[in-house]
C-alpha cells in the first residue's frame, strides 16, 4: 500500500490521505469489477449459447435433413421420400390417380457429379426441372418443359428470388407457361418451410380434387447449416444415411440467421479474447490491492 509521509506529522492530514487514498481504490476497484462483470457476461452468455465445441457447424447441420428420418409434412401425414440409385419415389396418398406416379428420375450430372435434371412421368405427359444457374454452391434459377406424346406442351423459368437483396432467397418467380411468383412461410420455430396455399392454388396446382381428397398443406424441413440453431435451407439426406447426399444440390438459405454467422473457431476465438480480457481486469485488480499502487497522490 502507497504511504504519504506527512513532513509536519499531523495525525488528521495523515488519516485524510489516506480515507483519500482508499476511496480512490475503491472508486478503482469498482470500475475494474464492472469492466470485469461487462467482460465476462458476454462469456457466459456464449458459453451458454454455443452449441458443442466437438461439432462442425456443418455436423450440426446434419439434422432435419428432408428424407426419410426428417419428411415433410401434410396435416396428419407425413411425406417421407426415399431413394434407390437415381429413382426418388415420394410415397403419398394423394398421388392415387392411374396415371400419377410418384417416382422422379434424377439425370444429367454436371461435372461434379450433381444431379441437374428432375424428371417424371404423368400419362402421355413428361415434365422436367433443369437447374440452369448455381449460385454459392445453390441452385438459383430453373428451366421447366412439360411434353405431351413427345411434343413440348409448356416450358419456362423458375427463379428463386431475394427480392430485398439479404443474400436470403425469399420467393419464387414462374415465367412461360406457368407464370406468377410464390412467397415463402415457415412454422413458428422455423423448423418448416412451404408456401402459402392459395398462391399455391393460384399457380394452377390443383389442391382440391385429387383422388384422395384436397391435399393439406405440405411443409418441407428446414435443416441448421450455419450452426446458429435454427432451421435456414433445404437439404436432400434421401437415402437416410444422415449425411447430405453429395451428388443433389442444396438448398440456398431461405432464413436469414439468428446471429452473425460465427464459425466454432470464431466463436473460440472470441471467447479466449474475452477471457483473457476477463482475466487481466480481475488480476489487475489483485496486484492494486496487494500493494502495488494503482494511483499515486502527489
Ligand atoms: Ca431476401
Ligand atoms: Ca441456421
Not at 499531523?10 to 469498482?30: F, I, N
Not at 461435372?111 to 437447374?131: D, E, I, Y
Not at 390443383?206 to 441448421?224: F, H, M, R
Amino acid at each position: 500500500m502507497a504511504r504519504t509521509v506527512d513532513p509536519s506529522g499531523d495525525a488528521s492530514y495523515t488519516a485524510v490521505t489516506v480515507e483519500l487514498q482508499s476511496a480512490t481504490r475503491r472508486g478503482l476497484r469498482v470500475r475494474q469489477f464492472l469492466l470485469t462483470a461487462v467482460l465476462v457476461t458476454p462469456l457466459i452468455f456464449a458459453i451458454a449459447t454455443a452449441p458443442p465445441f466437438s461439432a462442425e457447424a456443418r455436423a450440426q447441420g446434419a439434422s432435419r435433413m428432408f428424407g426419410p428420418n426428417f419428411p415433410a409434412l401434410a396435416g396428419s401425414d407425413t411425406i417421407g421420400p426415399t431413394r434407390s440409385g437415381n429413382s426418388i419415389t415420394i410415397p403419398s396418398r394423394w398421388a392415387c390417380g392411374s396415371t400419377v406416379t410418384n417416382v422422379i428420375d434424377l439425370s444429367n450430372q454436371d461435372s461434379s457429379g450433381r444431379f441437374l435434371t428432375a424428371a417424371r412421368t404423368n400419362g402421355v405427359h413428361r415434365q422436367s426441372v433443369t437447374t440452369t444457374s448455381i449460385v454459392n454452391g445453390s441452385p438459383q434459377q430453373f428451366s421447366y418443359l412439360e411434353t405431351k406424346n413427345g411434343a413440348t406442351n409448356g416450358t419456362g423459368t423458375i427463379t428463386l428470388t431475394d427480392a430485398n437483396s439479404d443474400g436470403v432467397v425469399d420467393g419464387v418467380l414462374f415465367t412461360g407457361a406457368v407464370s406468377g411468383s410464390l412467397s415463402l412461410a415457415f412454422s413458428s420455430d422455423h423448423n418448416y418451410v412451404s408456401a402459402p396455399w392459395a398462391e399455391v392454388s393460384a399457380l394452377g396446382v390443383d389442391t382440391t380434387a385429387t383422388c384422395a381428397g384436397a391435399v393439406p398443406q405440405i411443409w418441407i424441413p428446414l435443416a441448421d447449416t450455419n450452426g446458429d440453431g435454427v432451421g435456414d435451407s433445404i437439404v436432400m439426406d434421401l437415402d437416410g444415411n444422415g449425411q447430405a447426399d453429395p451428388d443433389v444440390l442444396p438448398g440456398p438459405p431461405v432464413v436469414v440467421p439468428a446471429v452473425p454467422t460465427m464459425g466454432p473457431v470464431a466463436r473460440l476465438i472470441l471467447m479466449a479474447l474475452i477471457s483473457l480480457a476477463g482475466w487481466w481486469f480481475l488480476s489487475r485488480r489483485r496486484s492494486g490491492s496487494s500493494g502495488t499502487p494503482a494511483v499515486s497522490h502527489p
